[in-house]
């Protein structure tokens, strides 16, 4: 069984960091991880992609979060994270982390989905 374990949600002040992190494992084992990714959803609002990260380090943001957000990912770890700075109180939301994982050499990806953590920015 797969798991993506998410932490370092909470409560923060507009102008606040945040420093999300999501760790994937599996009973079996992992044998790589392809695109990972954070997404998040508002309160009577649909999911939407936060950045995503490829596995050799290419990324891609939300024009909301440019210049803010930083996501980064240690493949031996087969962990993904989120710098998330200058926090505004329309961040705040649900995020999700999200992983393309090949559990078996020559299995094709398969997409997993964190349980969530809230993200609150509020005074």
């Known amino acids: 069984q797969v798991q993506l374990v998410e932490s370092g949600g909470g409560l923060v002040q507009p102008g606040g960091s945040l420093r999300l992190s999501c760790a994937a494992s599996g009973a079996g084992g992992i044998f790589s991880t392809n695109a990972m990714g954070w997404y998040r959803q508002a309160p009577g609002k649909e999911r939407e992609l936060v950045a995503t990260?490829?596995?050799?380090?290419?990324?891609n943001y939300a024009d909301s979060v440019k210049g803010r957000f930083t996501i980064s990912r240690d493949n031996a770890k087969n962990t993904v994270y989120l710098q998330m700075n200058g926090l505004k109180p329309e961040d705040t939301a649900v995020y999700y982390c999200?992983?393309?994982?090949?559990?078996?050499?020559?299995?094709?990806?398969?997409?997993?989905w964190g349980q969530g953590t809230q993200v609150t920015v509020s005074s």
């Open positions: 999200n992983a393309f994982l090949v559990l078996v050499p020559g299995m094709r990806p398969l997409e997993y």
């Open positions: 990260i490829a596995r050799r380090g290419g990324t």
